[in-house]
């Protein structure tokens, strides 16, 4: 798209003129504060610049970046106000801040505004609806189960390569029907859908285009297979293949829809898996909460979802001229909401830093969004993540991290790419 | 103060006084109603508060505004008889008031 930069210009050269790695928050001109640019992001130094921002300039403009320029939304009350007006900001063209990734995507219904987006959605939302998780959760806790019980005892190994990863890899896997030996390919597309060339999944745009190439065919085959198949198997393949309002959909919208819930069910609940070992590190008094009583593992597992906040922002673009606490925004200006300031707002949430196991509200956060986009597999992660601490805290007395997480360069996906633990068993 | 009946999928049931004016869900959360999540708080952008209210009372009920409409949507368990149940003011007419909650919310 011509007024974008390539996305190139967000590699993580250390003298990009647009990293803010490093510097102080307080010591540049605010105007020049540039969230998007990952370098923060990655060597988690972004707290200050999202405190400064909701402290002096909570919806802000940012003229010059390698994405373009935008609004940046800050607070939590704004973000609701944005996330429940799809009529004045619209999730098309995409939700992600460069509109040149859209090229290399395709269209799925987290993209799309009403009516289109309301149709779409009701037709696959069931698979992930609560009542048919039910029959999943003996699935996943095996799964679990046997994940967490071949791990090395005393030893340091990659918790996210042998855990986070591994974990919903094998969930995923679960909900499609997706070959299980094939399953890692499922984690790779998902990278691929949203990695920055350069930042290590993949060199090119041009690769990524392979990479949703090779997804496509494989999941086309899926459909065949199963499209001619007796309607009610309740895989997500047999269920688009089948209902009304998907089965005649063209092979991009079906690739979008499916990198949708690879992407929506993968990394998100991957980094939560991750983030919640290393939060009860640094809060260790909530560990021992936690040791006393696991029956505070539900409430744990929406502020860990809070604390971790997997997905930093999501995109909005104005429809109309408007106006949010006080600033113009005109029509097809990117209007970006950082969930991951809003879920550090203190006027709502008290001493927002610390992840507290015992939370009151916990619930009432950002993590998911709100309104009609409002995450269609959050019932899923709240359970696969419930299931895991369970098992987790059945078997050991304590995960240590050892050393620094290594996170991913990215300023919308918020996670991790490595974490060493050493486990320590419980005493029997 | 007003009387607001809550019975679960499996058919418990708490009765619960409320003042007119708050909504159902606020009623449901002050008394310590299990089944009711309210995340959004009772701006009707969560979901997580559906009721399914009982048939003598539909027709006393506010109309569905659209949003509202459009928030039930993402349940997989809508019925006719779907609400949010912060969308719900209590008023005098409302006394006796009788919902049941969903065995799960969205
Ligand atoms: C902790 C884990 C997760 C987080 C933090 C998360 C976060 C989000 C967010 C922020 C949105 C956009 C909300 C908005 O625009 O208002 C979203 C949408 C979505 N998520 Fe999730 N998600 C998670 C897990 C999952 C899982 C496991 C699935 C798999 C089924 C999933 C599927 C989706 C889909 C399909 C949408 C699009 C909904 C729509 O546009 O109507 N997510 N998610
Ligand atoms: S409390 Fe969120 S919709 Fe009612």
Redo the contacts with the bound molecule.
């Keep these: 798209m011509s007024d974008t930069p390539a996305t190139s210009e967000l590699d993580r050269r250390p003298e990009s003129k647009w990293s803010m790695v490093g510097k102080d928050p307080y010591a540049m001109p605010i105007d020049k504060i540039d969230l998007a640019h990952p370098g923060i992001w990655q060597e988690n130094e972004f707290l200050p610049f999202l405190k400064r921002l909701r402290e002096e300039a909570p919806v802000h403009y940012c003229a010059e970046s390698a994405t373009g320029p935008y609004w940046s939304v800050m607070k939590y009350k704004d973000i609701m106000t944005v996330?429940t007006s799809p009529h004045i900001y619209s999730s098309e063209p995409t939700?992600g801040i460069v509109d040149s990734f859209e090229e290399f995507t395709v269209p799925s219904?987290?993209s799309m505004d009403p009516p289109k987006?309301d149709e779409q959605?009701r037709v696959v939302q069931g698979v992930?609806a609560p009542s048919n998780l039910k029959s999943l959760e003996g699935l996943i806790r095996q799964r679990a189960a046997a994940i967490l019980d071949d791990l090395p005892i005393g030893e340091e190994f990659d918790w996210v390569e042998r855990v986070s990863i591994e974990l919903t890899t094998q969930m995923l896997a679960t909900l499609f029907d997706f070959p299980f030996e094939d399953r890692h390919k499922l984690t790779f597309w998902s990278d691929a859908a949203t990695a920055i060339p350069g930042g290590g999944i993949i060199s090119s745009n041009e690769e990524r285009w392979e990479a949703m190439q090779d997804c496509l065919a494989t999941f086309t085959r899926l459909w065949n297979e199963r499209v001619n198949a007796e309607p009610g198997n309740d895989d997500l393949i047999s269920m688009l293949s089948h209902g009304e309002a998907t089965k005649n959909m063209p092979p991009m919208e079906y690739l979008g829809n499916i990198l949708?819930?690879i992407v929506?069910?993968n990394d998100?609940?991957r980094n939560?898996i991750t983030g919640g070992v290393l939060a009860l590190n640094q809060f260790p008094e909530e560990y021992d909460k936690l040791r006393a009583d696991h029956s505070l593992i539900p409430n744990m597992v929406s502020e860990i979802?809070r604390w971790q906040t997997?997905?930093a922002y999501?995109r909005r673009t104005a429809k109309v001229d408007t106006e949010l606490n006080g600033q113009k925004i005109k029509k097809g200006e990117k209007v970006i909401m950082w969930?991951a300031s809003g879920n550090q707002d203190d006027e709502v949430i008290e001493n927002p830093e610390r992840m507290i196991v015992d939370r009151p509200n916990a619930r009432q956060h950002l993590?998911?969004?709100?309104?009609?986009?409002?995450?269609?597999?959050?019932r899923?992660?709240e359970m696969q993540l419930r299931i895991v601490w369970e098992e987790i805290m059945n078997r050991f007395d304590k995960i240590e991290v050892v050393g620094e997480p290594e996170r991913i360069y990215s300023s919308f996906v918020k996670g991790y790419s490595t974490m060493f633990v050493i486990l320590h068993p419980k005493a029997s | 103060m007003v009387k607001v009946l809550f019975k679960d999928h499996a058919g418990r049931e708490q009765s619960v006084e409320a003042a007119t004016g708050v909504s159902v869900m606020q009623a449901a959360v002050s008394n310590g109603v299990s089944g009711i999540d309210a995340d959004c708080g009772g701006s009707c952008s969560c979901a997580t508060c559906h009721v399914y209210v009982d048939e003598a009372w539909l027709d006393k009920l506010a109309a569905i505004d659209p949003n509202e409409d459009a928030m039930l949507g993402l349940s997989s368990d809508r019925r006719e008889n779907s609400r949010l149940c912060c969308q719900i003011t209590l008023s005098a007419e409302l006394d006796g008031l009788s919902v049941t909650t969903p065995e799960f919310q969205f």
Excluded: E
């Design positions: 996330d939700i219904f987290i987006h959605r992930v949708l819930l929506g069910g998100t609940t939560s979802i997997p997905l999501m969930y993590s998911f969004g709100f309104g009609l986009h409002r995450c269609m597999g959050n899923l992660a």
